[in-house]
């Protein structure tokens, strides 16, 4: 089963310009959540997709934004891109077993610089 | 308030047996996860504790004690590729619609010497 791809791996933007990063999860997972990762902030949390409906959000501003398809890939998109979104962009897809075990993989991360 | 709180760094000899404790206040609970993640790399799953008690694999257990927002990791018979950060995570909640979000704590530097 292939795990979570993430696209593009690297990518280099200037300020005041957008930005959209593609995530497929892993195959039959519903749940797709995507996270900012900073040396100063750790790992925060931004939103889950679940069904192609956003069901929660974290506290970032509206220039962060998401979708999702039928087909459980998500995108997500930044506007206005600032130097504080420099960030590596993680996202996630869960699954639940009926044994009461949950698993949650991430994918490689796409590592965004804002110059 | 949301905290889950973890040691900043602990060092340890190859072979030897190192545990990692976390603790957690948080509004609501459904698992608490491990994670490893290697400098410049994506976190990668350990474990997934939902339920008092020990899960082994391998080399590496966890555990919880949900009375006492209390989890630890083990990592048993060190090798030098262990070096990394450990992050401890809670999900606050499961729903049939909602995944709700996980809360990491901002790491364990663990880092092994020969």
């Known amino acids: 089963k292939a795990g979570v791809t993430q696209t593009p791996r690297y990518l280099i933007k200037t300020r005041g310009q957008q930005v959209t990063l593609s995530c497929s999860p892993i195959s039959g997972h519903r749940s797709v959540s995507w996270y900012q990762q900073t040396p100063g902030q750790g790992l925060q949390f931004l939103f889950e997709y679940f069904s192609e409906t956003q069901r929660n959000k974290g506290n970032f501003p509206g220039r962060f934004s998401g979708r999702q398809f039928s087909n459980s890939r998500s995108e997500m998109n930044v506007s206005t891109l600032e130097l504080g979104d420099s960030a590596l962009y993680l996202c996630?897809?869960?699954?639940?077993?009926?044994?009461?075990?949950?698993?949650?993989?991430f994918g490689p991360g796409t590592r965004l610089l804002v110059l | 308030g949301q905290n889950i709180d973890q040691p900043t760094e602990m060092t340890a000899t190859e072979g030897a047996i190192v545990q990692i404790n976390c603790t957690y206040q948080t509004s609501g609970f459904n698992g608490l996860f491990w994670y490893q993640q290697h400098a410049g790399e994506a976190p990668t799953f350990l474990s997934y504790n939902v339920l008092d008690g020990l899960e082994e694999k391998g080399r590496f257990s966890s555990f919880l004690s949900r009375s006492k927002g209390y989890s630890y990791l083990l990592l048993k018979e060190l090798q030098m590729k262990d070096s990394a950060s450990y992050l401890c995570a809670v999900r606050d909640y499961r729903g049939t619609d909602s995944w709700g979000k996980l809360q990491f704590g901002a790491g364990t530097q663990v880092v092994v010497t020969p």
């Open positions: 996630a897809s869960s699954s639940f077993s009926g044994s009461n075990q949950e698993t949650q993989y």
